[in-house]
């Protein structure tokens, strides 16, 4: 499921809408949580590269194990 998710356009458009909102939130907002040079979300994106991987890897292996070999 998750596999299939990041692999859609509305996932990058959810993942450019997060990081626009968190930057504009950061740099223009009264509560900035994560100053410049925004090192939390360095660390969120990393977190979620490593996950994503985790689940594409997950999924290919899933394909590979359900095709006919030749």
Same mark, same amino acid.
């Given at each position: 499921?998750?596999?299939?998710?990041v692999g859609t356009i509305h996932f990058v458009?959810?993942?450019?809408? +997060?990081? @626009?909102?968190?930057?504009?939130?950061? =740099?223009?907002? /009264?509560?900035?949580?994560?100053?410049?040079?925004f090192n939390f979300l360095t660390l969120v994106?990393? +977190?979620? @590269?490593?996950?994503?991987?985790?689940? =594409?890897?997950? /999924?290919?292996?899933?394909?590979?194990?359900?095709?006919?070999?030749?």
């Amino acid at each position: 499921m998750v596999g299939w998710f990041v692999g859609t356009i509305h996932f990058v458009i959810l993942q450019l809408l +997060l990081v @626009a909102a968190w930057t504009v939130w950061n =740099v223009y907002g /009264s509560a900035r949580f994560d100053p410049y040079p925004f090192n939390f979300l360095t660390l969120v994106v990393s +977190l979620e @590269a490593i996950f994503l991987s985790i689940f =594409v890897l997950m /999924s290919q292996n899933r394909a590979a194990r359900h095709q006919i070999p030749v």
